[in-house]
């Protein structure tokens, strides 16, 4: 090693806590096949989260930096890394590093960041401040590389940034992570138009009706829907996030009833489903058995219709996906209440779904956990859920009460009695737990051959005459989901409220009925 080599490999071991490069090499090998520590790019392939997203979205290049930062910024990303930051949150970080690298160049400095003198904080700072940035981001950035300087203990140039006026980012989140309702309906509207390509339609009303992620939509197979009888269908989407290092993709099955608004869907996936098959004998290997592989479309705004061009098939990419609809929405006038062009991200759709859930009094963030392919609940109820504070600590305190105590969450199998309300309670707060009059509780009817609450409906279900007030007391309270339902004009929410009450007052009918019979 020569002595070079060794000064950074003794700055490095410094950087990360004394520890060996070797130890950090293989470290490093948990997230990339080829990369080594010394190289000056780094790609993280054992991170790629499916055949739709760019090697660009996992590869760091260490090239720019000044040859007495490159290992301090390296020993950065590993350590976020290991804290298992997305790569995306990584790269942002990393720009905002270069912001401060082409500031210094425009301004014939090519001193290592820790030469940088604390003047150079104001200048940096309106420089940031006076560019073509959006407002989030010129937070973001400067807020990026505050924590930066920390890590690198760059004291002086830290507390001079952290002594300018740094608007805050978390003000700038309520106001774009959410579609304005007018902006959905407008869009509705749009995607119900035939003139779009089926894939594109698709795409959207998986979106807008599923909380996922742009990337794990574009990652669903063929082979994603299947027929559970019943008129229900189930639906697989890989998730990842979640899913340890990020690579091991998980799959989540999703049962969906084939009606109303949800019957639109179906029938868009299976249509999409056809197509792809179709072009699986021309498609390439890796490219094979995906939904979403497809031949690019020309727009003739003349003719306001797509055209198929003569070009090789291709999977779907999310940032493809994102530019090709906030194009259509500028072709077509999608505009904000304001009146002004309405800028769309698909990653938004994914916090209205939760939202709009969550809101709707109908799901709990148990079961949102379920749909989203998350762990605990920490992610959903401080970045998804869009609520007034007081709403949010309200139902946050609830939920906590709701789920207290080991034995309510772990119950399965056991007896129970009424009286134990606690425990009773904590069993109901489960996803998939239901309560079956004072017969007792089925503590996951995901195993239900008729699957998610199919229990009154079916022809073996005997009901207690005694638990007339209980029945009663169900169809009070889908009554009341209704009116909640037709309140935020959920549709899905409606027709599972609607079926509900059919259900409840079926049993009400036949005990009331069979208590009449039984007095004549």
């Known amino acids: 090693m020569s002595n070079n080599l060794a000064n950074q490999a003794n700055t490095i071991k410094m950087d990360l806590g004394g520890q060996s490069i070797d130890e950090y090499e293989q470290i490093l090998k948990t997230y990339s096949t080829f990369s080594r520590f010394y190289d000056s790019k780094w790609i993280l392939d054992k991170r790629y989260t499916g055949r739709n997203?760019?090697?660009?979205?996992?590869?760091?290049?260490?090239?720019?930096?000044?040859?007495?930062?490159?290992?301090?910024?390296?020993?950065?990303?590993?350590?976020?890394?290991?804290?298992?930051?997305?790569?995306?949150?990584?790269?942002?970080?990393?720009y905002a590093i270069k912001q401060l690298l082409r500031f210094c160049q425009s301004h014939n400095c090519v001193f290592a960041m820790r030469d940088l003198q604390s003047s150079i904080a104001p200048m940096y700072y309106h420089y940031i401040m006076n560019s073509q940035l959006d407002e989030q981001t010129k937070a973001r950035v400067l807020k990026n590389l505050m924590l930066y300087l920390k890590y690198a203990n760059l004291v002086e140039l830290h507390d001079a940034l952290e002594r300018q006026d740094i608007p805050d980012e978390?003000?700038?989140?309520?106001?774009?992570?959410?579609?304005?309702?007018?902006?959905?309906?407008?869009?509705?509207?749009?995607?119900?138009n035939d003139n779009i390509?089926?894939?594109?339609?698709?795409?959207?009303?998986?979106?807008?009706?599923?909380?996922?992620?742009?990337?794990?939509?574009?990652?669903?197979?063929?082979?994603?829907?299947?027929?559970i009888g019943h008129r229900r269908y189930m639906l697989c989407i890989p998730t990842f996030k979640q899913s340890g290092q990020y690579y091991r993709g998980e799959f989540k099955g999703i049962i969906i009833e084939y009606s109303g608004i949800a019957k639109g869907l179906i029938d868009t996936i299976r249509e999409q489903i056809a197509i792809a098959q179709s072009l699986q004998?021309?498609?390439?290997?890796?490219?094979?058995?995906?939904?979403?592989?497809?031949?690019?479309?020309?727009?003739?705004?003349?003719?306001?219709?797509?055209?198929?061009?003569?070009?090789?098939?291709?999977?779907?990419?999310?940032?493809?996906?994102?530019?090709?609809?906030?194009?259509?929405?500028?072709?077509?006038?999608?505009?904000d209440i304001s009146g002004q062009p309405y800028t769309l991200s698909?990653?938004?759709?994914?916090?209205?779904?939760?939202?709009?859930?969550?809101?709707?009094g109908f799901f709990n963030?148990?079961?949102?956990?379920?749909?989203?392919?998350?762990?605990?609940?920490?992610?959903p109820y401080q970045a998804y859920w869009h609520y007034s504070n007081e709403r949010r600590i309200e139902k946050g305190k609830l939920l906590r009460e709701q789920i207290s105590g080991e034995?309510?969450?772990?119950?399965?199998?056991?007896?129970?009695?009424?009286?134990?309300?606690?425990?009773?309670?904590?069993?109901?707060s489960k996803p998939f737990s239901h309560q079956i009059g004072n017969i007792g509780i089925c503590s996951d009817i995901s195993n239900c051959n008729v699957?998610?609450?199919?229990?009154?409906?079916?022809?073996?279900?005997?009901?207690?005459?005694?638990d007339l007030p209980y029945f009663q007391n169900q169809l009070n309270e889908w009554e009341k989901k209704l009116n909640t339902a037709k309140s935020v004009k959920y549709n899905f929410l409606i027709e599972t409220a609607q079926k509900q009450i059919r259900a409840n007052q079926r049993v009400i009918e036949k005990i009331t009925s069979e208590r009449k019979r039984s007095h004549l």
């Open 53 to 94: 997203v760019r090697v660009s979205n996992h590869q760091f290049i260490f090239a720019p930096y000044h040859s007495r930062d490159v290992m301090t910024v390296k020993a950065y990303v590993l350590n976020l890394l290991v804290s298992n930051y997305s790569s995306a949150s990584i790269l942002g970080r990393l």
């Open 170 to 192: 978390s003000r700038y989140h309520n106001g774009n992570k959410l579609v304005p309702q007018n902006v959905i309906e407008q869009l509705d509207t749009l995607f119900l």
């Open 197 to 227: 390509p089926i894939e594109y339609q698709c795409i959207y009303w998986i979106l807008r009706l599923i909380p996922n992620r742009i990337t794990e939509v574009l990652s669903m197979k063929i082979d994603c829907l299947t027929d």
């Open 281 to 335: 004998a021309e498609a390439k290997g890796a490219d094979q058995g995906f939904l979403f592989i497809h031949r690019p479309k020309m727009y003739h705004r003349k003719l306001d219709s797509f055209f198929e061009q003569n070009r090789p098939l291709t999977l779907i990419k999310y940032d493809v996906f994102n530019a090709w609809i906030q194009r259509h929405c500028l072709r077509k006038g999608i505009v």
């Open 346 to 360: 698909s990653h938004q759709f994914r916090h209205n779904a939760i939202t709009e859930r969550l809101n709707s």
């Open 365 to 379: 963030l148990l079961e949102i956990c379920y749909l989203l392919g998350h762990k605990n609940v920490t992610m």
């Open 407 to 428: 034995e309510s969450l772990n119950f399965k199998g056991k007896i129970i009695k009424t009286s134990q309300t606690r425990v009773w309670t904590g069993i109901l």
């Open 451 to 466: 699957k998610v609450f199919d229990c009154l409906e079916c022809v073996n279900f005997t009901p207690n005459a005694e």
